[in-house]
């Protein structure tokens, strides 16, 4: 029978997860696979500061990288997350020919193709199904079961955290910051939240999503990317109204060469699957040419869900040994030359505005819409009044309009004497 063996960088909560798989499944593991899986090093920054260290033999960690460039293991699992030292250890092991499983979404998305050539140029492996969606099997989905399609579109909740916040904002009627500090209470979100809230994490995730589904480098700089921190309970009441969800969507779209890639809160109809997706689940929905639409849902984090897909990918890498897969397509710092971006993409839009009460308002509004090819589907006026009884708050919801016409129009109303402020654009999918 086949022996691997395996190194973990990191011993926080995927760690400890990836430690927990490996060894309380061993039997299963080599019954059901044939190989035998062997944890021989745990890295840690040292030995006084780490609060895990009793939950593995003390033998086992080390404080040092080059002790496991230097050693035997075969695979070298990191979780350290982030992006320094992570990036320089990886490099370190994939160019002493070890295999890198990771689960860190910052560093792949932004060093993806610096790994891939130093992997060719080794024969080592690079695996990261738990970059994306974590313990949602999603890019062992697109490489290997939908291989046959061409895939179109990608569509998703991948950020937990935010997941939580939109849905205690939509039933419980609360503000941003009040779920926030209740979210970082429960360790939901992180006490800096940035990576999250503002749509950095989902970024990321995007970029590695769409890259491998359209067989192209989307890098994290051409996604546009819009965070949740401006919405508002009004947003949500608005939405309701509508029928609406408000989501964090990474969305990313292919039609021939041309790729759209975004990141933004999203309203979606309340009989879309995607607007059931509660708390911190998420999910993702494909598009391919044959198979139609596929959707995967699953816990995006966590100690033992993540560790189900690093582990996987061990032993993906362990049957792969020697004939180890990469990208086919161009993987460089930059976008894939022969696509072209669009920014100008198309969408719906609920355009919440606040307006001078009084005769020809509305009028004005959409004329102003429609010189610039945005044709309004419903127009809703909020319960409430604002304190001042001449301004009334009215939400439009646009037909298919272009990125850059609605922008324009916005800026055209903003001119007008008979608006006092864009409320909020929030872009719709059906
Ligand atoms: N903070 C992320 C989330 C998990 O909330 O989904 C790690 O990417």
Same mark, same amino acid.
């Given at each position: 029978?086949?022996? *691997?063996?395996?190194?973990?960088?990191?011993?926080?909560?995927?760690?400890?997860?990836?430690?927990?798989?490996?060894?309380?499944?061993?039997?299963d593991i080599t019954h059901r696979e044939q190989i035998a899986i062997e944890v021989k090093r745990i890295l840690v920054k040292g030995f006084d500061c780490e609060p895990n260290i009793g939950l593995a033999p003390r033998e086992l960690f080390c404080t040092s990288i080059d002790e496991i460039v230097a050693s035997d293991v075969d695979i070298v699992v990191e979780c350290m997350g982030g992006v320094n !030292? #992570?990036?320089? *250890?990886?490099?370190?092991?994939?160019?002493?020919?070890?295999?890198? +499983?990771?689960?860190?979404?910052?560093?792949?998305?932004?060093?993806?193709?610096e790994f891939e050539a130093a992997a060719k140029k080794t024969g080592a492996g690079l695996y990261y199904e738990a970059t994306v969606?974590?313990?949602i099997p999603i890019l062992r989905t697109i490489t290997d079961s939908m291989q046959a399609n061409n895939i179109t579109r990608v569509m998703?909740?991948?950020?937990?955290?935010?997941?939580y916040i939109l849905t205690k904002m939509s039933e419980e009627g609360r503000e941003f910051g009040d779920v926030l500090k209740e979210a970082q209470l429960l360790g939901y979100a992180e006490a800096n939240p940035t990576a999250d809230i503002e749509g950095f994490d989902a970024t990321y995730k995007l970029s590695i999503l769409s890259s491998m589904a359209f067989h192209a480098h989307m890098p994290i700089d051409v996604i546009h990317r819009e965070g949740i921190t401006g919405l508002t309970k009004d947003d949500f009441k608005a939405a309701k109204q509508l029928g609406y969800e408000i989501k964090l969507?990474?969305?990313?779209?292919?039609?021939?060469?041309?790729?759209?890639?975004?990141?933004? %809160?999203?309203?979606? %109809?309340?009989?879309? %699957?995607? #607007?059931?997706?509660?708390?911190? *689940?998420?999910?993702? *929905?494909?598009?391919g040419h044959a198979v139609d639409d596929v959707m995967l849902y699953?816990?995006?984090?966590?100690?033992? !869900?993540? #560790?189900? #897909?690093?582990?996987?990918? +061990? &032993?993906?890498?362990?049957?792969?040994?020697?004939?180890h897969r990469y990208m086919t397509f161009k993987?460089?710092?930059?976008?894939? !030359?022969? &696509?072209?971006?669009?920014?100008?993409?198309?969408?719906?839009?609920?355009?919440? &505005?606040s307006v001078l009460d009084r005769p020809g308002t509305l009028a004005e509004v959409a004329k102003t819409l429609a010189k610039h090819n945005v044709s309004l589907k419903d127009v809703l006026q909020l319960g409430d009044d604002a304190a001042d009884n001449n301004s009334k708050s009215i939400t439009f919801m646009t037909h298919e309009a272009h990125e850059f016409d609605v922008q324009a129009a916005l800026e055209d109303l903003r001119a007008l004497p008979c608006v006092f402020a864009i409320e909020s654009v929030i872009r719709a999918e059906n």
């Open positions: 029978m086949k022996q *691997f063996s395996v190194a973990i960088l990191g011993f926080g909560t995927v760690g400890t997860g990836v430690y927990r798989v490996l060894t309380e499944n061993a039997a !030292p #992570a990036r320089s *250890f990886i490099l370190k092991c994939l160019e002493a020919g070890k295999t890198i +499983v990771t689960s860190n979404k910052e560093v792949i998305s932004k060093h993806w193709y969606g974590g313990g998703g909740i991948i950020n937990g955290t935010t997941n969507l990474a969305i990313g779209k292919k039609e021939g060469n041309r790729i759209e890639v975004r990141v933004h %809160p999203t309203m979606v %109809p309340n009989t879309h %699957p995607l #607007a059931s997706v509660r708390g911190v *689940f998420n999910a993702i *929905f494909l598009t699953g816990r995006g984090a966590g100690c033992l !869900p993540t #560790a189900s #897909a690093v582990v996987s990918d +061990v &032993i993906y890498a362990c049957h792969h040994d020697g004939e993987n460089e710092a930059e976008m894939t !030359p022969d &696509i072209e971006l669009n920014k100008n993409f198309s969408s719906i839009y609920c355009l919440r &505005i």
